[in-house]
């Protein structure tokens, strides 16, 4: 074997066949892919020499027989996925089928800045590993999400207006001066919009993820892909002028966003205008568990503030599914009646004839597995496999 | 080489660099592919063999050497490219380097059917063949934009409002009855925002074209691909409900649609109400061009109208460019000054940082140039090209 480029990405084309953890055998392979049965052969031993797949025994066998079929082999390698809030964080290690194998969460406060944020990680992650009998050579990823916009290319957070001190901050390189893999980092309403598609709706390749909570975004998956933009700022629909916006001011700066009108605090300022005493989240979501009315009628016009932003979404990139996440989507149907009640009313009919608009399945998980996706579908890819198996 | 799927494969991938028509050395090969040079020698010669690459002459030789560089062979086939309007349609001839080699344009009626219709372009298409001298076996795909929703899977209109009789007819299944060719069928306005991107936008991944004439339509590119969502439907923000909208019926059914209020017939019919002869798109640029004072404000009004739909679209998908194009964008600045007046000012500043809105550059070249990029990009991919070298 000379052909040693062409080998790897050989052995990588046979093992993105391999990696959805279905047992297959050599002739099934063969079949697959076209390939000859002696090639087949020997991509298979390559791959199980890394590691990366394991042979399944046959379960009708009766013994005697060596084994037949081939699966991914999860356990090869962990990742380590952090979800990074303004004030709670969650890390955690996955295996390669993106199974969370140990996770813990914390209070933090990301305006420490990014030394005091990115050592928790790290620390905590060490632990977690050590918890499962691993070490950072068992590392092949990181994924993290962060609450801001991020430069996808480089991993830098980009102008992210609750992240102080994060700037352009080298989150990847600081890292990797650790553990030296690949780091990949993202905005948080991406990641989650990762996790809602893996855990609710692994067939769905048009996903639109919205996250009311603090703040109001949304992840946006087109085509089976993550889309990010152009300058990684797509689904930043918190700061759209909305009708009843009016000179309603916005933290952003602006006045009458989407936002200043349908987030958390907004509907907890609504409430107290009326003379309910409510100020954060968890406020109005326990007035509206308790049936307050006046909360139930402020959530529901949120979810028509929200809905009339989503119809635009909607008619632009024809979703097939609207997740509706983060701490506020815990008031359940009467935020996402209002949205649909808009949506429904107001979009071109072929673009809702299949739409769903659901309350999100993965609630606080998300982030944390999108994360974990975002680190094992890097470390499994067709590229990164191929340059591996080339160096081996 | 009993390997043949692998060869063609790797016969696939050595193509998809020499595709930019770029020409190259067989070592400049090896060296960006990593593979052997002997390998690299077989593959060349087998793309030579089946006329997809040529010989480049050296320009500094001075005779007596072989030729030493390669490039993608524009003339080895042709695709034929349509863009079929509501009264009017376009047929042309393309290379494999997507340049038009033969086009004609004729007024038709698409309410005569896809039997008329298609018999149209069928032997407007052999007639452009004959006078380029190439014949049926010479096509390589055929490519069309149609103005409706189609199954991009299928290519089967859906549903489209304005094509009587289209719904769900098998427009490549008809054209294969005569030329077994692959056939790709997409919204017109999807072909536009291809052939927009080609001609003037190459090196953008995240463009939106919008365009504006009796009706409203965008087709969005994220990412580099074609958006086309769920049911084939993205991009139509004709029916997104607008602030001014009130009940102002629309085609549709429903009320306060932006295109009831800032579409070509929409303008005219405003133009009336206040005493100005209008009726059609040409009456309305007419005006304009004149300098009257009511039709300009009419124009910047409803660039405000459709500037208000694009606010939530710049959030949601961060392009780097929009390009307003249709008949309505021949009016100019006016239209586009007050789409810049609304989204400037009510986007996120991230979002529009980096934005420009501009006239499309294409004009109506640019849903036949993107049919021809459809077929092109088909004939010329990956999996097409290494399904032909296997079973050459």
């Known amino acids: 074997m000379t052909d040693s480029p062409s080998l790897a990405s050989g052995v990588s084309e046979l093992f993105q066949l391999l990696r959805d953890g279905v047992p297959r055998t050599r002739a099934e392979l063969a079949k697959s892919t076209g390939l000859a049965r002696s090639t087949i052969a020997a991509r298979v031993d390559e791959l199980m020499r890394m590691g ?42 996955a295996d390669l089928a993106g199974t969370i194998l140990a996770e813990s969460s914390e209070p933090i406060d990301i305006a420490d800045g990014p030394d005091a944020v990115l050592s928790w990680l790290l620390d905590g992650a060490r632990r977690l590993l050590a918890q499962v009998g691993r070490d950072d050579p068992a590392v092949a990823a990181i994924g993290i999400g962060v609450p801001g916009p991020v430069e996808h290319s480089s991993g830098k957070p980009s102008t992210p207006p609750i992240m102080p001190g994060w700037d352009g901050f080298d989150i990847p390189g600081w890292l990797q001066a650790h553990i030296p893999v690949p780091v990949l980092v993202d905005n948080d309403v991406n990641t989650m919009a990762l996790g809602e598609r893996a855990t609710a709706w692994p067939s769905v390749d048009n996903l639109l993820f919205v996250k009311i909570a603090t703040g109001i975004g949304a992840g946006l998956i087109s085509d089976g892909h993550l889309q990010r933009g152009a300058q990684g700022v797509a689904g930043d629909i918190g700061h759209v002028h909305i009708a009843r916006g009016g000179d ?55 979810g028509r503030d929200i809905g009339e932003v989503l119809t635009t979404c909607v008619s632009l990139v024809n979703p097939s599914v609207i997740a509706i996440g983060g701490s506020m989507a815990r008031v359940g149907e009467h935020l996402i009646a209002g949205v649909r009640e808009v949506v429904y009313s107001r979009s071109a009919p072929l673009a809702t004839a299949h739409l769903s ?19 094992v579908e890097h470390a499994l890819s067709r590229d990164v496999l191929a340059a591996g198996v080339a160096t081996v």
């Open 52 to 93: 990366l797949i394991t042979a399944v025994a046959d379960k009708v066998s009766t013994g005697g027989r060596p084994p037949s079929q081939f699966a991914l082999n999860p356990a090869a390698r962990v990742v380590i996925a952090a979800d990074l809030g303004a004030s709670h964080a969650t890390v955690a290690i």
């Open 248 to 302: 309603v001011p916005c933290t952003c700066g602006n006045r009458g966003c989407l936002e200043a009108l349908a987030s958390g605090p907004a509907i907890a300022r609504t409430l107290r205008a009326t003379g309910v005493e409510a100020h954060t989240v968890n406020d109005v979501v326990d007035l509206v568990k308790h049936g307050n009315v006046d909360a139930i009628q402020a959530v529901r016009q949120a």
């Open 357 to 375: 608009i659901v309350q999100s399945a993965t609630g606080a998980e998300a982030g944390v597995l999108g994360a974990s996706i975002l680190a």
